[in-house]
């Protein structure tokens, strides 16, 4: 039995990073990019205005009061998206809309509410000062600059600044092709019928999700039978993928013959037993470049080391260094208790309650009980020397989404 | 000029949640569930053991020790999804595998690592208790239990909740189709080759991918260009969607014409000025049933209020009601300044130092500036009447993710 940090970092150790692929940038939202995106143009390109109004030399602003505007001259009108060739010399002004370029001769803009319209003139009712009001070349992005680094997950952000940058598609990484197989003869298929002993096979279904939003590209195996031959041949088509994960059959008993099988599959086992709770029998192999997760059958023990192992691997395989999850501080809510030497992940909900939150834990925290995972917002972990935390004591919450 | 919550409240108010359609389970994450799921059965259906191991009456096992056994007839062997008739009476056991249902008789299983196998028998090391190591029915879930209420988000533990339950498919909230069009003469789709005084439209990919992950439908209706005709001909267009976010062109300036446009085009205009910094010049209205924003070009302005107002107006169309988002507590590293009467947002970082977060505020706020978007991680909001906040002071920072 091995610690989960030390797990973690043998299934590290096993990732290589995938290729990558030329995407379209609408298509690029979630994914993860693969190229360093420099600047190859200041951004903006040109000194504009910040503000509706008109571009003036502030120093014929000097004396503008509200009792004694100063009148100016208007000698162009700038929309956004267009420009003049006229110059602004003393006592001149261009009226220019937000995100037009400055005329030249120009050196702030006076904002349209202080100021008053004539006839080819206009009022100016307060002073400037110099570069008022102008966004000038290259206040967001300087041309040559490293704007996104590889390995950054794209957001709304991230695309957006692709798009200002002129960019049509993106070098983002190829997501990881995921088969996942539930092995149990108890275990029905959704849809069927269930007879006395049997249960539908949940896990594939967790197990599916949680691969799409860790940005894995998920391929359901289906359902093997507790038979040799069956599990064999269903390890073998899983073996073709880039990650297969098994849900259940790597306990002690005679019938969990899947570390066996696996084994004869030509899967080099590195561990397969971690000192967690939920979810200690977790098996780790690898047959060429192919990470093999066997994950205990129960459907919190599944999922709670799918986010501990799984997950990791898959951000690795895509590049991205940010699998560790945020961390929120809350009152503890109930007291909980959770004997045994092994680090203990307890399923809580978060409560605001006025500047701050409550955590709640799951009633049951037994691992057969996926209500606890329903009812979760994250996990409350207690390390390995701790068994009991009393309520009322501040705890940290690692949040599940 | 109104608050910002005074102007969520309005939008709000004006929100109709949207009808149902059935989707396949796998196709369901992501989605808003539009029923309350009961269960049918009792989850597990059945006593079954919840280790691998021997059924036994745990008063014949008192007496057990590392040193003195008790030895026991294996009666049966029940592999997970089957079952047995056997009766275990005293001195007898069935061996039994995790998840299998509990021959009749027995009250308890002994862990097959605290056992040893002979010929026909077992030797017992170790005393149970009564229940230990069974998994009762309906422990998970109890049979016409209320499982997930309707207007809850499907993640993964939802997913698998409904598979175990038996749901092939579900009902959720159809996504609202969400039109975007980007307003003004400067904007050039990406691909295209900038002239002087033009810029790329990253608004409406922004807005796109923002619409995308609050669970909406985003259709890019392109450019508008600042004539009336071609405005008003796409603003109609945009009507016929459930929601219509233009970006740009609802500032003072005579070029602005958008909200003339609307007002032609049958929107009825509940606000256009919000009290926040940046996107103080965002447009609210409605049409039958559309709800119109109008928010401003600058691209962090238009990316904030979308956070601010379109996502819980998407989130309630859905029957959610949980758009509010985690609040984080961080040491604030740069002290930051903010001048003018409305509630400011000032993107940060977050960095993890030891058990806390520190919060690096972007180096430019501008609202220009798109780099601060790409650089937060959240916001850090200062209320209206306070204009500068301390390094180092405890702050609590909104998450983006």
Same sequence: chains 1, 2.
């Avoid at 571009?55 to 009148?71: L, M």
């Avoid at 967790?206 to 040799?228: N, T």
């Avoid at 919190?300 to 080391?305: D, E, F, H, I, T």
């Amino acid at each position: 039995m091995i610690e989960l940090e030390e797990a973690r970092e043998i299934v590290l150790s096993q990732v290589k990073v995938l290729a990558p692929e030329r995407v379209d940038l609408l298509s690029s939202l979630g994914r993860t990019l693969a190229e360093d995106v420099y600047d190859d143009f200041d951004i903006p390109g040109f000194d504009r205005a910040a503000m509706d109004g008109y571009a003036v030399i502030s120093k014929d602003t000097d004396s503008a009061s509200k009792k004694k505007p100063v009148v100016f001259e208007v000698i162009a009108d700038v929309p956004a998206g267009y420009s003049t060739k006229e110059r602004v010399r003393r006592g001149k002004a261009v009226r220019i809309m937000t995100g037009a370029p400055m005329p030249q001769g120009a050196d702030a803009v006076v904002m349209v509410e202080d100021t008053e319209k004539e006839e080819g003139k206009v009022k100016v009712f307060c002073r400037v000062t110099r570069e008022e009001n102008i966004s000038f070349a290259g206040e967001d992005v300087r041309k040559g600059e490293l704007i996104i680094p590889q390995g950054s997950l794209i957001r709304p952000a991230e695309v957006a600044m692709l798009a200002s940058l002129g960019k049509k598609n993106v070098l983002v990484r190829t997501k990881p092709r995921v088969a996942i197989l539930s092995t149990g003869d108890e275990l029905v298929e959704v849809g069927k019928t269930l007879k006395k002993g049997e249960i539908y096979d949940s896990n594939s279904f967790a197990l599916f999700s949680q691969v799409l939003l860790s940005g894995g590209e998920p391929y359901r195996l289906g359902i093997a039978l507790d038979k040799k031959e069956n599990l064999l041949a269903r390890i073998k088509e899983g073996l073709s993928y880039q990650l297969l994960i098994l849900s259940g059959g790597v306990s002690m008993g005679d019938y969990d013959l899947v570390t066996g099988v696996l084994k004869e599959a030509g899967v080099k086992m590195m561990f397969w037993k971690v000192a967690v709770k939920p979810g200690k029998p977790t098996f780790f192999g690898i047959r060429k470049d192919t990470l093999v997760f066997g994950l205990p059958g129960y459907p919190v023990s599944s999922m709670v080391n799918f986010e501990n192992l799984v997950r990791p691997a898959i951000f690795s395989m895509l590049g991205r260094r940010d699998w560790q999850r945020i961390r929120v501080k809350a009152i503890l809510k109930k007291t909980v208790l959770s004997r045994g030497k092994r680090k203990k992940f307890i399923r809580v909900k978060l409560i605001k309650e006025g500047d701050s939150y409550v955590a709640v834990p799951a009633p049951s925290q037994h691992s057969g009980v996926l209500k606890s995972m329903v009812w979760a917002d994250g996990f409350l972990i207690l390390p390995q020397e701790v068994e009991r935390i009393e309520e009322g004591k501040e705890v940290s919450v690692e949040l599940l989404k």
